[in-house]
């Protein structure tokens, strides 16, 4: 199926140049809050979060009267971006230089490297340290909290932080932000806090700095990379017998299968990996030093190496994993087949494509491997991300959890539409407005943001509420067909999702975060074309020229219209009814006894004299719930053949 965003860049090479001290575009924005004490960067995979961190340690320990950097890094292979650096050649102060002895992301036990911890606390002359969450957490429980006056705490993948009392990180956070006067970086690649518990709650969230370079800042400023898609295709039966419609080993691949709880697993996931090899070709031998596999491929017998992450015997991931860390040419490896690995931090530019089994429920995690293909490289001008999902299938006992996937996906790849366009401000166009303010976009009838609180949700959080109100179950009823008119959605839905996520908010306040949602997702989703020196956007199937944009007009626009677009080109007519009945028989509230005395009474003499089965979208009431009760028999059908009633 074709994809569902696409998403084309200027390659302006803004994003990737440096200034006279060595910085690129995100890092020189990150340096300028260099002196706040808690700070949150939000910049995507590649855009140099690592080295923007050198720069503010270093600038906090020779500027600022800060004796120490503590990095804290979720897993030791992403220990080594913080390896010693030189920064000097290229126009900055000081190289980020330490001693060895303190990058504790290496092989070992937590004990010893709690006690490293504590050394490099008590040693004068050590000033960096590089440790993983999990040694953070431990070391902590082990010292007392005013070892940390005075240093500078980094974590990195900061979306592992969460608000969650269960979560240690978030407990040790808070207690060295309460109880002594550190000071605080945080980075993440993720616009999403969580996707259901808040990293931060609102209170502690607002003592940060934010900094944030968004992902169209990012890929506009590539010099290769032109084009990004994100698509679907869908599977019937097993996953594997579907490979190999969707794997082309001429682009450079990640190949996530999926984990061995999910239900597209075989949950044999060694043989997974074997059967992927033989559908791509001949397995000749695997690499004793490397664990590199040769493969010769089907048909041209091409030679493929091969990375397989999904073996977890430690001494064979150690060999691949370092033959993967030290790889500099494109011809070094072809295709990673990995599970859990190769997603956050996995640096390999030459990827074009990210090719993932099953649907992710988490977006942090779908932006993370969206991030692994979006490199800027000399061997590609495309990246894509393909999500293989599977088909909902009428006789399966699992078809509501099908469905529900499938149109989570979906709205997931709507959400990253939002994320990877760019960004408009809003304003209200009086009728004496002729001004034209680069990036703005007036409206008229449009509230304007009246408050702190407001404009902080609008400027920093929009992304995330939309993530809520995208992913919401009553919203998602509203997906496959026009059962909810968009007033309804826009109007009634969406305020609900806002007042649940801040709660604190006056009703004023909800509706200028409604206005300001649904502005920027129309004019973000909708295709916009210039004809002469006036602008126009598509909304609900017609141009409208954006200097006659009303809020009333936004508001008749149904936000899951591409969605369904999509839907209706890609799956069967009869895919589709079984969706819209999966839907519908969540929302039908009826008896057994009811449904039994319509189904024998009426519904057959209905199709006899009809020559078709009741329309659950008729004007006439007793024909719909005629057509609900059909719903509703069939559902339990379901129900008793897969034994849950």
Partial sequence: MPDLVNVTYAQTGRSISTNGMGMREMQARAFEARNAQYLLLKAPPASGKSRALMFLGLDKLFNQGLKKVI?????????????????TTYGFFADWDFNPDYNLCT????SSKVTAFQNFLNDPAATILICTHSTLRFAFDAVDESVFDNVLLAIDEFHHVSADVENRLGEVLRAIMKNTTAHIIAMTGSYFRGD??????PEDEVVFSKVTYNYYEQLNGYTHLKTLGIGYHFYQGRYLSAIGEVLDTDKKTILHIPNVNAGESTKDKLKEVDTILDTVGEVMHQDTETGVIHVKRHGDGKMLKVADLVNDNPKDRDKIVGYLRQMKNVDDMDLIIALGMAKEGFDWPFCEHALTVGYRGSLTEIIQIIGRATR????????QFTNLIAQPDAADDQVKLSVNNMLKAITASLLMEQVLAPNFKFKTRRFDDEEHEEGTIKIRGFKEPSSLRVKAIV??????????????NKLLQALPGEFIEP?????????????TKYPELSNEEVEEIRQYVLADSAIKSGEIKQVGDKSFVRMAGKFVNIEDLHIDLIDRVNPFQKAFE?????VTARLLKVIQETIDAGRIEMTDEEAVILYRDKIGPFVKSHGSEPSINATDPLERRMAEALVYLRNKKRQRASGNS
Avoid at 77 to 84: L, V
Avoid at 487 to 499: A, S, T
């Fill in 71 to 87: 990095v804290a890094v979720p897993e030791r292979s992403i220990g080594s971006s913080f390896d010693r650096t030189d920064l």
């Fill in 107 to 110: 092989p070992g036990g937590e």
């Fill in 196 to 201: 259901s518990v808040p990293v931060l709650q």
């Fill in 376 to 383: 800027d490289s000399s061997n590609k001008t495309h990246a």
């Fill in 459 to 472: 400027e920093s959080d929009l992304n995330d509420l939309k993530a809520a109100i995208l992913q919401d």
């Fill in 487 to 499: 007033e309804v959605i826009n109007k009634v839905l969406i305020p609900k999702v806002i007042r």
């Fill in 566 to 570: 999509v839907l209706s080109k890609s």
